[in-house]
C-alpha cells in the first residue's frame, strides 16, 4: 500500500542554521505535497505545500522542493529561530492521506 | 478566518462505553477527514468523507467506528465500544477538496483528548 517515509525523526540545529527533513513516498499517483508544523499540544498546521506541476516552492525562510522522478519532497527551513522548534510532517495529499512520521526540530539559541 | 471547530476538547469515558466527538467544518468546505495521534506519535488517518458518504478509511477505522454528517454543518465520529487503545488526540479536518485533478489544503480542529480509563 501506500507509503511515506520521513526523515530524520530528530534534528537538533544551531539558531540561524538551516534545517532538511526529507520525505519519501511510494504512490507514483501523488500531485499535492504539504507540510504541517505541530506544535506541543496543538493542531497541525499547514506551512507550505508545492503542487506535481513545479520543482520548488518558496516562502521567506521555508522552501519546499519536489523530484517527482524519485519520489521524494523536502522541506528546507534557513536561518533558523528558536520558535521554529516543533513537529513537522509531510503527507502525500489524498482522499487516503498518508503522513509521515513526523520529525521534531530542536534549534537551540 | 473560519475554522475548524471541535466538541468537546477533552472526553473521559469507561472501556465499553460510546462516545461522540463532533467537528463543524469550514462553511464551504465539501470534503471532511478524521485522524487520530496517540501521544507523542505521527498523525494517523481514520476516514475521509464527500456527499455524504465514506471516500476512504483506513484499517484502523473498523466496524466500531462510524462517521456522520446529521445536519448541514456537523461532522461526528462515533466509537462504539472504547478500548483503553482508543485514547489519543482526534483531529477533525475539512478542505475544499479537489479541483483540476489537485488536492487542496486541509484544515484541522483544535482536537479532541480521548481518555479511555
Known amino acids: 500500500g501506500e507509503n511515506v517515509e520521513q526523515h530524520p525523526s530528530t534534528l537538533s540545529v544551531q539558531e540561524g542554521d538551516s534545517a532538511v527533513i526529507k520525505c519519501t513516498y511510494s504512490?507514483?499517483?501523488?500531485?499535492?505535497f504539504p507540510w504541517y508544523k505541530q506544535e506541543l499540544g496543538k493542531r497541525p498546521q499547514l506551512i507550505i505545500d508545492?503542487?506535481?506541476?513545479?520543482g520548488e516552492k518558496k516562502d521567506q525562510r521555508i522552501a519546499v522542493t519536489l523530484n517527482k522522478t524519485a519520489k521524494h519532497f523536502s522541506l528546507h527551513i534557513t536561518e533558523t529561530q528558536p520558535e521554529d522548534s516543533a513537529v513537522y510532517f509531510c503527507?502525500?495529499?489524498?482522499?487516503?492521506?498518508?503522513f509521515g512520521a513526523g520529525t521534531r526540530l530542536f534549534v537551540k539559541a | 478566518e473560519p475554522e475548524v471547530t471541535q466538541t468537546p476538547s477533552h472526553q473521559v469515558t469507561q472501556m465499553g462505553q460510546e462516545v461522540i466527538l463532533r467537528c463543524v467544518p469550514i462553511?464551504?468546505?465539501?470534503?471532511f477527514y478524521w485522524y487520530r495521534q496517540i501521544l507523542g506519535q505521527k498523525v494517523e488517518f481514520l476516514v475521509s468523507?464527500?456527499?455524504?458518504?465514506?471516500?476512504?478509511k483506513s484499517e484502523i477505522f473498523d466496524d466500531q467506528f462510524s462517521v456522520e454528517r446529521p445536519d448541514g454543518s456537523n461532522f461526528t465520529l462515533k466509537i462504539r465500544s472504547t478500548k483503553l487503545e482508543d485514547s489519543a488526540m482526534y483531529f477533525c479536518?475539512?478542505?475544499?477538496?479537489?479541483?483540476?485533478?489537485?488536492?487542496?489544503?486541509?484544515?484541522f480542529g483544535p482536537g479532541t483528548r480521548l481518555t479511555v480509563t
Open positions: 503527507h502525500t495529499g489524498g482522499f487516503k492521506t498518508i
Open positions: 479536518a475539512s478542505s475544499f477538496g479537489l479541483a483540476g485533478g489537485v488536492h487542496y489544503e486541509q484544515y
Open positions: 504512490d507514483s499517483a501523488s500531485n499535492y
Open positions: 508545492i503542487r506535481s506541476n513545479v
Open positions: 468523507f464527500y456527499n455524504n458518504e465514506i471516500s476512504e
Open positions: 462553511s464551504n468546505h465539501l470534503y
